[in-house]
């Protein structure tokens, strides 16, 4: 499949926003996605953006699409330790979806 | 809220033993797939299926066989299993292809 990537780490300090960037290589992907994976656990989704949006906000959870230069963002504001975890981005290519290699977000207190 | 359950959340192998990974999930999904996670990796698919009895291969199929012979329930085999398959496998669903996954929370497996 093709390549999705994104930085292997990101330390912040609680407070500051965290940008988590992604590209990506598909230009027929319909949905773009970020899911978010706590120490121990499954992932979970935590937001998406459909292709022909540039932009979505969800509380502290920011989404940019640039979909010329196939570069996807999620910006946290005011990050918590609470959100120390990996966070990877997806594209659906064809029926499947293709993952980062996630991005470790570590918050400082 | 859609519920995807994995059977084990540890297990421990030894070299050429045949393994099951089950996964269960309650809320009717057509599709559900395997991934395995490897720290750098990210995740990769390695089988899902859209309906049961059907299969799809992933990315990374060798080595493992899948089952789904009933809707709610997908099941991942290593016929022998081999050191190069400790991993974590995660357990997926969703109700059409594209759409968003369901994940369980995961197996590690070591294989001995």
């Known amino acids: 499949g093709e390549d999705v990537e994104q930085s292997l780490f990101l330390s912040v300090r609680e407070g500051d926003s965290s940008v988590i960037n992604c590209t990506y290589t598909?230009?027929?992907?319909?949905?773009l996605y970020w899911y978010k994976q706590e120490p121990g656990a499954g992932l979970q989704l935590l937001t998406y953006?459909?292709?022909?949006?540039d932009m979505k906000q969800d509380q502290r959870l920011t989404v940019l699409l640039n979909k010329k230069d196939k570069h996807l963002s999620l910006r946290i504001a005011d990050t918590q330790t609470g959100d120390s975890a990996i966070y990877f981005c997806?594209?659906?290519?064809?029926?499947?979806?293709?993952f980062g290699g996630g991005t470790r977000l570590m918050v400082k207190p | 809220d859609v519920k995807v359950t994995q059977s084990s959340r540890y297990l421990v192998k030894r070299t050429g033993e045949k393994v099951f990974l089950e996964c269960v999930q309650d809320?009717?999904?057509?599709?559900m797939f395997w991934y395995r996670q490897d720290p750098g990796l990210g995740l990769r698919l390695i089988y899902f299926?859209?309906?049961?009895?059907?299969?799809e291969k992933g990315d990374i199929p060798e080595g493992y066989s899948v089952s789904r012979e009933k809707k709610e329930r997908f099941s991942l085999i290593l016929e022998s299993a081999s050191t190069n398959q400790t991993s974590m496998y995660l357990c997926?669903?969703?109700?059409?292809?594209?759409?968003?996954?369901?994940f369980g929370s995961g197996t590690q497996l070591s294989v001995l």
């Open positions: 997806a594209e659906n290519q064809g029926n499947m979806l293709t």
């Open positions: 997926a669903s969703s109700l059409y292809s594209n759409e968003k996954l369901f």
């Open positions: 953006i459909f292709s022909n949006m």
């Open positions: 809320m009717d999904h057509e599709n």
């Open positions: 598909d230009s027929s992907s319909t949905y």
């Open positions: 299926s859209y309906d049961v009895k059907m299969k």
